[in-house]
């Protein structure tokens, strides 16, 4: 038998295992409490069932997008001929500018047309009416006043990860010319019905790109590929289908690496077939896949001028510094709500 100074030498173990199981107990009740009188979880969200919905009922935009002027009324002259060969250097950019370009090596592979869809002329798919009539203009990227040439040249070296062609080169003047003759008509300073992208509403969260990733395995990897490489054409010379990521897909400095940017592009014109007004993405879909793309690996451009006012870069902008201080995931993913509402200046319009 235990002698009582043994026994009172155990009481504080005893002690200590009480009040563990007083706290374990104690723990216990209150997750009991919480299942049964506490507020109810929010229901998960379920990357198939997104993947899986649509197409969503036709848009509000019902009536149809500025149409571009008719390319059998380029003149036969000598400055037809510079606008019709700025069209083709739009369409097919790879074969002229590419890795294997009969006129020099400036671009990754990818044609104008890859964003631009239709060589710049479908209705919120990028399209190009509207450049001529509201360039030059003051830019808030760069800080400064650009033309159609130093818009071209981002595009090059932004979405086509490459160089841009001198400023005084046939290719540069027949492309600005192209895109002077689709601004026929347009008065200076406006612009017209299909130009830009179109509205798409935030989302309440954070666009999301495990959720995305399933939206485009269902809806996109048929043409981009599993992963995201893009379709090659037969020649070698430039895509039918881009790449969305990777070494030869745009870099991190291009606006559609802006996540709105993407989602409104994609929700006018992606997958094949669709259209601002017949769209084949719900809002969520665009917004998710948006994020997923651009959350995988991609060049880098160094863009230190870049924004030299940060009080005016977008609300989406991915890389700070940022004049506000929400976190750099909210800036690039959301929700972007919160952060417009702290810069009523960068509403879109």
Known sequence: MKTPEERVRQLPQLMRLLALLAVAVALWAVVVLVQLYGPPAPAPVVAADEAHEGPPPPGSYHRPATPAPDTATIPRTA?????????????????????????????????????????????????????AATYPKLRARSGTVEGIEKRVADCMERSLNGRAV???????????????????????????????????????????????????????????????????LADGRGYQYPPLWGPASYNDGAGLFRVSSFARYVKAAMPFGASFDHPQLTDAQAWD??????????????????????????????????????????????????IEDAHPQLRPR
């Open 289 to 338: 896949v948006a994020a997923f793309v651009n959350s995988q690996p991609r060049p880098h451009l160094p863009t230190p001028h870049d924004w030299p006012d940060i009080s005016k870069k977008p609300v989406d902008h991915p890389f700070g510094p940022y004049a506000d201080n929400f976190p750099a995931t909210q800036h690039k993913f959301g929700p972007f709500q919160p």
């Open 79 to 131: 400055a037809g001929r510079e606008i019709r060969y700025g069209r083709e250097l739009v369409a097919r950019t790879a074969a002229y500018l590419g890795p294997q370009g009969r006129v020099g090596h400036y671009t990754n592979g990818m044609n104008c047309q890859n964003c631009h869809l239709q060589a710049g002329t479908q209705g919120f798919a990028n399209n190009y009416l509207a450049v």
């Open 166 to 232: 001198p400023a005084s080169s046939r290719e540069m003047r027949a492309i600005v010319a192209y895109i002077r003759w689709l601004g026929t008509g347009i008065p200076k300073g406006k612009k017209v019905y299909g130009t830009g992208f179109v509205k798409l509403p935030y989302l309440a969260r954070a666009a999301d790109p495990r959720i995305g990733q399933a939206v485009f395995a269902t809806k996109c990897q048929s043409c981009h590929g599993p992963e995201g490489q893009g379709q090659a």
